[in-house]
């Protein structure tokens, strides 16, 4: 029979976790499907706007935030990723200086956009559902 002590220190335990799975369904690294520097950012199933601030990933500061009508992006205080229309999920994102590549699964019609740091922007509609971007 377990004491309460016990349980209670097992639960304490588990429970640590439970603020790295918020984090994850928002930003995180793509080991699975994206190459070594590819992240993945976004959720179709959150309920409400979410924002996560000040994420430290591969040397950058990354903020997210996701929400019905708008998904954006900012790493190191630039924005880098910016969707509007529908829920997205970006997965395999990966930012060159050319410009950026990624899957994305859409939950409405959305325009996406990868801001350019000289001020320009590349952008593209992209419809319901899973489309692979080249911007």
């Known amino acids: 029979m377990a004491s309460a002590v016990d349980t209670a220190w097992r639960t304490y335990s588990w429970s640590n976790a439970m603020a790295v799975q918020g984090l994850h369904e928002l930003i995180s690294d793509d080991p699975w499907d994206g190459g070594p520097s590819?992240?993945?950012?976004?959720?179709?199933g959150l309920p409400?706007?979410?924002?996560?601030a000040n994420v430290q990933l591969r040397g950058h500061t990354c903020t997210v935030t996701a929400g019905p009508d708008r998904t954006a992006l900012v790493?190191?205080?630039?924005?880098?990723?910016?969707?509007?229309?529908?829920?997205?999920a970006v997965r395999d994102f990966v930012l060159r200086?050319?410009?950026a590549s990624f899957d994305i699964n859409a939950g409405g019609p959305a325009r996406v956009e990868v801001p350019g740091r000289g001020g320009g922007s590349r952008e593209r509609k992209v419809p319901a559902g899973r489309s692979h971007v080249e911007l």
């Open 38 to 44: 590819a992240l993945m950012f976004g959720g179709l």
């Open 48 to 52: 409400g706007t979410n924002t996560v």
């Open 75 to 88: 790493r190191d205080g630039r924005t880098v990723f910016r969707a509007t229309g529908a829920r997205v």
């Open 97 to 99: 200086a050319s410009g």
